[in-house]
């Protein structure tokens, strides 16, 4: 079965710190996507957070340079969002994609950052 499936997420004082695993099971040379982080908080769109390439290069939102950071695992076919000095603006579900041979979303994880 080809899914993803995320971890990490929860409630977090603004300031604090989380990791966000996505951990991919089933998928064919997971090294070849682009693996991607995405977040949608309530009333709003889903939007682009952080995305890393098959070959290593990263693009992150204005809104958390600095703050997030994204990285792969290849032979643990698993992508991690390493989040600190969060703020109550990045409370959301995050939702980790995969792009290549095919696209795939996991069901999700809360992150929730109080104030």
């Known amino acids: 079965q080809v899914r993803l499936v995320e971890s990490g997420g929860g409630l977090v004082q603004a300031g604090g710190s989380l990791r966000l695993s996505c951990a991919a099971s089933g998928i064919r040379m997971f090294s070849i996507y682009t693996m991607g982080w995405y977040r949608q908080a309530p009333g709003k769109q889903r939007e682009s957070v952080a995305v890393i390439t098959s070959g290593g290069s990263t693009d992150y939102a204005d809104t958390v340079k600095g703050r997030f950071t994204i990285s792969r695992d290849n032979a643990k076919t698993t992508v991690y969002l390493q989040m600190n000095s969060l703020k109550p603006e990045d409370t959301a579900v995050y939702y980790c994609?995969?792009?290549?041979?095919?696209?795939?979303w996991g069901q999700g994880t809360q992150v929730t950052v109080s104030s």
């Open positions: 994609n995969a792009d290549g041979l095919l696209r795939l």
